[in-house]
């Protein structure tokens, strides 16, 4: 299995302020397409997780546009700019490269 | 608007068999692919497999012995079972749409494997 790696778990934020979330991969997500296998979410307390980013870098539909995805191969960031309060919550990548998919451990995310 | 709802018993004894439905409204289950995930605080989000819009299966290793995923297109639902079930089973189960970047997910339904 492609074991999904985190880093921090926790993350104190200001608001305001710009957040980043590592996830590593121990087998690279590029496929033959020219696309990394690798999605964001962001599980609000109380509810599902919710698609943030997708392919690595692409936005899903509706989410705001300070958060940003990088990355290739086994090394990737979600990056959000200016941080709300709206934005607390655990944040999972998930690996869609291999069977079985498998997400990190999460990072929870709160404010200061 | 894709909407998914799990529905099931959300207590099941050991040994026994866990069956979850999900109704699947707003799409076609003919299209896309339709997962099963489960969360518990001990393993964390795991994807038990999928079901694709050809009635193609696919498992995760650790529990193909004993799941299956199956449809009903009349009633645009798809289902999971899960045998001889432990209480490492508890946990909150997920249907989710899409195969490279799942994007609906459904609420939510707690199962509790106690007896």
Not at chain 1, 20 to 27: H, K
Not at chain 2, 14 to 31: A, D, R, Y
Not at chain 2, 107 to 114: A, I, K, P, R, W
Request: with cysteine.
């Amino acid at each position: 299995d492609i074991v999904m790696t985190q880093s921090p778990l926790s993350l104190p934020v200001t608001p305001g302020e710009p957040a980043s979330i590592s996830c590593r991969s121990s087998q690279s997500l590029l496929q033959t397409n020219g696309r990394n296998y690798l999605a964001w979410y962001l599980q609000k307390p109380g509810q599902s997780p919710q698609l943030l980013v997708y392919l690595g870098s692409n936005r899903a539909s509706g989410v705001p546009d300070r958060f940003i995805g990088s990355g290739s191969g086994t090394d990737f960031t979600l990056k959000i700019s200016r941080v709300e309060a709206e934005d607390v919550g655990v944040y999972y990548c998930m690996q869609a490269a291999q069977i079985p998919r498998t997400f990190g451990q999460g990072t929870k995310v709160e404010i200061k | 608007q894709v909407q998914l709802q799990e529905s099931g018993p959300g207590l099941v004894k050991p040994s026994e068999t866990l069956s979850l439905t999900c109704t699947v409204s707003g799409g076609s289950i003919t299209l896309y692919y339709w997962n099963w995930v489960r969360q518990s605080p001990e393993k964390g989000l795991e994807w038990i497999g999928f079901i694709n819009h050809s009635g193609r299966t696919n498992y995760s290793p650790s529990l193909k012995s004993r799941v299956i995923i199956s449809r009903d297109t009349s009633k645009n639902q798809f289902s999971l079972n899960l045998r001889s079930v432990t209480a490492a089973d508890t946990a909150v189960y997920y249907c989710v749409r899409g195969d490279v970047s799942p994007d609906y997910w459904g609420q939510g339904t707690l199962v509790t494997v106690s007896s």
